[in-house]
């Protein structure tokens, strides 16, 4: 299954107002606004609300991996346990992506927030046995 990224993006328009745009076709932005100091905050709350609803989905491929590690600069073998991580990098600044990677990704990818990780990968180990009857007693404490 093909790991997900969707895009959240602040812009700035010459009537000194802002916009919000998101990648999810399902999502109704608002119209330009000229609260400029608070959109950026809204844009990223509204990515990280994208990942607490996701959640990260423990048979997800890397969406990094996939794309050619292209949100790090090593190249890296995908492997661990797939992550929903937030990526907001200062310098750009106005993007926010929301992406599916893999451990090894995660590592060379700068100025993330792990949103949610996938549980790990159960081990070929049969469950024990499940006890029958009453619990065995216990001993009493001793004090000294």
Known sequence: MPGRTSTVRLTG????????????AACRMPPRSKDT??????????AK???RLAGARPNAACSCGSAGCA????????AGTSLLELVHHPA?????TLAEVCQACARYIPHITILAQGPAEPPDVPDPPIPVGPPAPVPPLRRR
């Not at 328009?13 to 999810?24: E, K």
């Not at 949100?71 to 995908?78: G, I, K, P, Q």
Request: charge should be negative; hydrophobic fraction near 35%.
């Open 37 to 46: 100091a608070s959109m950026p905050r809204f844009a990223a709350e509204h």
């Open 13 to 24: 328009h010459p009537d000194h107002t802002v916009s919000v745009t998101c990648s999810t």
């Open 92 to 96: 750009v600044g106005q993007v926010w």
């Open 71 to 78: 949100l790090h600069e090593t190249r890296v073998h995908c």
């Open 49 to 51: 609300a994208h990942g």
